[in-house]
């Protein structure tokens, strides 16, 4: 860390002097005159001196689901499975399921954060709509490639998202996310 980092994070830093040789201190014929108290330019206590090596920078903390084993209700009918590292978060109902890329995006913009939290969501939101999910290959290509989210901190959520038969074609019914590094 610099020190000008330092200085702005409130740290006082000595100022840094070239040595000069040792003095011997004289006595001083007795006075009446009282010594004055040190000036605001005196050298801090040794307590408060801070080295750059003395100032750790904690880690990222790393990225983990905030929902617990087993299922959980999101909203509207969405369920969040956890089995171990795995989520899958299922979205059969009439107003959820889609072969819309703009509309399945809406479904992970909304559900990823309540899996995952604050730090997911502030990824997304940096992120502009539609970067999310490819305007082609939802039904097709993704759920066997799927797609990468990356995050701050340097993780990545790898999201495949599930189709099952519909009258008029394949429809996204359910996403599975793990984290990947």
């Known amino acids: 860390m610099l020190d000008s980092e330092l ?3 409130g740290f ?24 004055a108290s040190p000036s605001p330019t005196s050298a801090t206590p040794d307590s408060t001196v801070v080295s750059a090596a003395s100032v750790t920078t904690p880690p990222a903390p ?11 209700a999101l909203r ?10 795995e989520i899958t978060v299922h979205f059969d109902t009439p107003l959820s399921r889609t072969r819309r890329p703009e509309k399945f ?8 954060p309540q899996i995952f939290g604050a730090g997911v969501d502030s990824a997304l939101v940096a992120m502009p709509t ?10 097709t290509d993704l759920p066997t490639q799927g797609l990468y989210v990356p995050l701050l ?4 959520l790898r999201i ?22």
């Open 7 to 9: 200085r702005a994070a």
């Open 12 to 35: 006082t830093l000595p100022a840094q002097s070239l040595p000069s040789k040792p003095t011997v201190p004289t006595p001083e014929p007795a006075s009446d005159i009282v010594p």
């Open 62 to 72: 790393e990225l983990a689901a905030t929902i617990g084993e087993g299922r959980t």
């Open 76 to 85: 509207d009918g969405i369920i969040a499975e956890r089995r171990g590292e």
């Open 105 to 112: 995006e809406g479904i992970l913009r909304s559900t990823l």
């Open 130 to 139: 539609g970067a999310l999910v490819p305007a082609h290959g939802l039904t």
């Open 153 to 156: 901190g340097g993780s990545t």
């Open 160 to 181: 495949w998202p599930g189709t099952r038969p519909g009258e008029d074609g394949p429809l996204v019914v359910r996403y599975r996310v793990l984290i990947v590094s």
